[in-house]
């Protein structure tokens, strides 16, 4: 049986973005990143244990993110994770939807075909569940992350027990 999916958000889950903005959570590092189109280079705090622990879980990991291919050369290498595949969003890139399923949502169902995946982001509701639950056949859970704390032991323990299950 192949591994399942593991999706993982950039903002939220492994930028703790929300976080009080002078004062970078204990085991993080800050980056600087540059964006078109922005006055002043984009403040990121990555935690470089999350990489190894992510790899751990036995997922295939997945970028799904507004980052795309960027997780892979600004992301990626301060936190110990190889080049990913990534989720292309395309022109669904932030677009809302009359229904309130999240504009990644039927994207990353489709990109799933009926594997079964998690996906941590900090942006899911109950919609995003309704929809997975109508439109994929293979288990998945959607795992909410607090965009003020990012990745927690708790939630690793969630992913971990989600690939048990998964697998048993």
Partial sequence: MSRPLLFLDVDGPLNP???????????????????PD?????????????????????????????????ANRWIAPVIGLPELPYVDFGTGLFAERPDGVHWKTETIVAYAEGRPFAWVDD??????????TAHHPGPALLHHVNPRL???????????????????
């Fill in 38 to 70: 922005r006055p002043r280079p984009l403040r990121v705090w990555l935690n470089p244990t999350h990489g190894p622990a992510l790899l751990a879980l036995g997922y295939d990991l997945c970028w799904a993110t507004t980052w795309m291919n960027a």
């Fill in 150 to 168: 990012g990745l927690r032991e708790g939630d690793f323990a969630a992913l971990a027990e989600f690939a048990a299950a998964v697998r048993a």
């Fill in 123 to 132: 942006e899911q509701s109950a919609p995003d569940g309704v929809f997975v």
């Fill in 17 to 35: 973005y929300a976080a009080q903005p002078e004062r970078r959570p204990e085991g993080y590092t800050t980056i600087r990143v540059t964006v």
